[in-house]
């Protein structure tokens, strides 16, 4: 994506890339363990398959074999939620998910960021290095998650130098670091930019 | 001046959350996507912490079948308003569709949020991607998932163009000479397209980001064209396992 944007000739440090992440933060890395597990708890297979249906215009998936492979519904995914789809049904084919495995998958996704804060705060910073992205979105899913992550894994990463103490700026551009564009009838009078401008950068 | 690279974080608040399950935890308030006072609350935390931002997604259409959160919840700008007020510095991010409302409409509104939170508000451009949003906004029919895009383009070009429509110091404000505005500073766009045909200018000032920050969820090929092309200045995606993937970032 940064390399497409630099070669429509934009600064590719004003595009940011924030993938999500629902971390779930325990005591330690059993406790969270627990948590998740409690989660997937949660969610029964109808469940899972009516929240997998949502991006598939609601398409009834009740009337496939639960533990027969993924269906074959090419004709539908295409003009809907299509990047989530095509994913769902490129994952399912690629490994050989029966319908049930898929769906609960999609309903309850593992990932890196389940275990103790210092777990958590670690993973954060290795997908960070690993480019994955300028930062993250947190989309956490168990009651609680987010003000754990909050008060857990944020202290680790400040104390690491790798997140803000202080807000840099009280506007959205200035915390981001992107520039305040100039409005284009001034930049055509070819006027100085104005302090706003420069202050955004 | 070279600024450390650091990590930067943005939240999405959806209530009782965006799962079938989440409102049957039990420290979950089952009306927690329609009270403001949790969402406020929430985001002051968000801000304590010092994150990037708080972002509301959105939907245009329901089911019997749709998650709780889908079910009864806040619209966006309203909510969003309503944290401006609550918050200071935490950046405010709301889901707009381009397919449905108009730009004058959502560029006012957009302005709207960034001049009351002094500089803070977001566009997540979405195109709906669910039929029932076309039969709730007088449509037989979505668009196929290109044209979507093409009018999204369209859409955002002319939030852009009304954004500029006041110069930054265009308000004079000279009451001794009776001088609001000097007329030289404002401008009509004019903008005659294969979607929207709009005069402006828009019926507010510039606001303090000049043009809110947009953001782009979507992960499709023409989402992705169009975010590296020219407009959004944020893109999400998914993080699954590293050592598993040969790319980190898997479209949503």
């Known amino acids: 994506m940064k390399a497409r944007a630099a070669a429509e000739g934009r600064d590719p440090d004003h595009l940011l890339i924030f993938p999500g992440i629902n971390p779930i933060v325990g005591r330690t890395d059993t406790e969270a363990e627990e948590k998740y597990r409690a989660m997937t708890e949660l969610v029964t297979i109808d469940e899972a398959l009516r929240m997998m249906s949502q991006p598939f215009s609601y398409h009834d998936f009740s009337q496939y074999e639960l533990d027969a492979p993924f269906p074959e519904i090419s004709d539908l995914g295409e003009n809907l939620y299509l990047s989530t789809t095509n994913q769902i049904k490129q994952n399912a084919r690629d490994r050989g998910l029966t319908l049930r495995q898929a769906a609960l998958e999609f309903a309850t996704p593992r990932s890196d960021f389940i275990g103790s804060a210092e777990h958590v705060a670690n993973a954060v910073v290795r997908w960070f290095e690993a480019g994955a992205g300028d930062g993250f979105m947190l989309v956490c899913r168990l009651d609680g998650a987010f003000e754990a992550f909050l008060d857990d894994v944020v202290p680790i990463l400040q104390a690491r130098g790798l997140f803000r103490r202080n807000y840099e700026a009280a506007t959205l551009r200035g915390n981001l670091g992107l520039p305040v564009p100039q409005n284009r009838h001034t930049a055509r009078r070819g006027e100085p930019i104005s302090d706003l401008v420069q202050t955004g950068g | ?252």
């Open chain 2, 1 to 252: 001046m070279v600024r450390e690279r650091m990590i930067r974080l943005g939240y999405m608040d959806d209530g009782v959350g965006g799962s079938t399950w989440g409102w049957r935890q039990p420290g979950v308030d089952p009306d927690a996507s329609v009270s403001i006072a949790r969402y406020e609350d929430t985001a002051r935390r968000a801000e304590a912490a010092k994150l990037d931002f708080l972002f509301i997604a959105d939907s245009l259409s329901i089911g019997p079948t749709s998650s709780p959160h889908f079910l009864n919840r806040l619209e966006p700008l309203t909510l969003l308003s309503a944290v401006s007020r609550a918050t200071s510095n935490i950046g405010l991010a709301a889901t707009i569709s381009t397919s449905f409302e108009q730009p004058f409409t959502v560029a006012r509104q957009l302005a709207s949020l960034d001049v009351m939170s002094r500089g803070r508000a977001g566009w997540n451009v979405v195109t709906s991607a669910l039929e029932g949003a076309a039969l709730n906004h007088s449509c037989a029919t979505l668009d196929e998932h290109d044209e979507r895009y093409r009018r999204a383009e369209e859409h955002v070009d002319v939030c852009r163009g009304l954004w500029d429509s006041w110069e930054d110091d265009a308000f004079v404000h000279d009451k001794a000479a009776g001088i609001f505005f000097t007329p030289e500073k404002l401008h009509p766009l004019g903008h005659k397209g294969a979607f929207y045909q709009v005069k402006g200018p828009l019926n507010i000032r510039r606001s303090p980001q000049g043009h809110p920050v947009i953001f782009q969820a979507g992960a499709s090929k023409a989402g992705r064209e169009l975010a590296a092309q020219k407009h959004p200045l944020l893109v999400f995606g998914r993080c699954r396992t590293v050592s598993k993937r040969r790319n980190p970032i898997m479209p949503t």
